[in-house]
């Protein structure tokens, strides 16, 4: 009995696409001759698969990916971190941003059956594939980069946050250029201590992580500013005058599987929609010698008494014109399947009611803005009766 394995996921696939094992056996001819694959996390079997052979390549066919993607988790979100302010998290490379797994070939003929013939092991990552160009690619390609398909600038408030992720192997030494309102460097501060975790690193760059980090270098003054590691890419952040609207920042979980900030900085609209439970009752009252409809303090009986209010706060956001590429990683949100809310200091998990998402142009729509309306996942209910 041999086993032979043709083929096997390589680089960094994505647990969210398919995960294929081809293996072959010299012993397909054998009766009733079934593939045995065995799935392992941890050291823990996950499952036994038992599979005939192809009947055309007399193959056995197997994909990981249903069972490793179930064991994925998702309560890793960390928007502030006392201790280190730009540097918030990393996530669990055991069921967070990726997962190791071992798969063992095996074979079962006349129903005795024969495991570990032979072996591999795959580490899949949480990242999701495009609608093009599928297979073509994987989580390589963002190596010491920013870990984000959006592009390379963000406009903010003075004060806001600016979460987004960084993939790297090296030691990250932060930078930042600050620029003044005739575009001129004011001056490029660089931290005095190293990062040399690692991995996969939510960030958050906004203007007042990047004050407590390095100091008050981000004031009136400053127009945008660059933040870097090393020598690799920058990421421009511009900071906004417009004080009419206080803006709301969605952090949602990007196609690479970590966070991004949207902020909606234009108008935004709170509605309630309220569900009511109640029960009907007569609206009389009989007494020793009357009938009376309404008591001592001239108050009326109620025909209807509402005993259960229950309030759910939905609110439509408003995101100026963003630019073409911005439409295109702005389709993530739509699709993300988390997200949260900040409010306050607070962050709220919401869910988006929006369905359907035009990849907006400027060439065919000019200037446009962007609306989501979101449902607050968070249920209020009044006095019960």
């Not at 007494?287 to 009376?292: K, L």
């Amino acid at each position: 009995m041999a086993i032979t394995s043709l083929f096997a996921p390589s680089g960094e696939p994505s647990v969210q696409d398919s995960l294929w094992h081809v293996v072959s056996s010299n012993n397909v001819a054998g009766q009733d001759f079934k593939f045995v694959f065995d799935i392992f996390v941890g050291g823990v079997q996950q499952v036994r698969v038992k599979q005939f052979p192809d009947p055309t390549t007399l193959n056995g066919y197997f994909d990981a990916g249903p069972i490793v993607r179930n064991g994925f988790t998702y309560n890793w979100f960390v928007p502030e971190n006392a201790t280190d302010d730009v540097y918030l998290c990393q996530p669990s490379a055991s069921g967070e941003i990726s997962q190791l797994y071992q798969i063992r070939f095996g074979e079962d003929v006349s129903g005795i059956t024969t495991s570990n013939l032979a072996s591999g092991q795959v580490r899949a990552y949480n990242w999701s594939p495009p609608a093009f160009k599928r297979k073509t690619f994987d989580s390589t390609t963002k190596l010491n980069k920013f870990y984000t398909n959006r592009p390379t600038g963000a406009r903010i408030n003075t004060g806001a946050k600016l979460l987004i992720p960084f993939k790297t192997n090296a030691t990250l030494t932060l930078k930042v250029d600050t620029y003044n309102q005739s575009n001129a460097l004011i001056a490029t501060t660089t931290d005095g201590s190293t990062y040399a975790n690692g991995g996969y690193v939510q960030l958050d760059i906004g203007t007042a992580a990047i004050n407590a980090r390095l100091g008050n270098i981000i004031t009136d003054a400053v127009k945008y500013y660059d933040v870097y590691f090393n020598t690799f890419d920058k990421f421009r952040v511009v900071l906004s005058c417009n004080q009419k609207y206080t803006p709301t920042n969605l952090y949602f979980l990007n196609k690479w599987g970590m966070y991004d900030t949207a902020t909606f900085d234009l108008l935004s609209r709170l509605t309630s929609d309220v569900e009511r439970k109640s029960f009907t009752q007569r609206d009389f009252r009989q007494g020793p010698s009357s009938v009376t409809y309404f008591d001592a303090n001239n108050v009326y009986n109620e025909t209807k008494t509402n005993y259960e209010n229950r309030e759910v706060l939905s609110l439509r956001l408003t995101m100026d014109a963003p630019t073409d590429n911005e439409f295109v990683w702005l389709s993530e949100l739509i699709t993300s399947p988390q997200i949260y809310m900040e409010q306050d200091g607070y962050y709220y998990p919401v869910t988006l009611k929006n369905n359907t998402y035009e990849y907006s142009k400027y060439i065919n729509n000019r200037l446009r803005p962007f609306e989501v309306d979101i449902d607050i996942n968070q249920t209020r209910q009044r006095q019960l009766r």
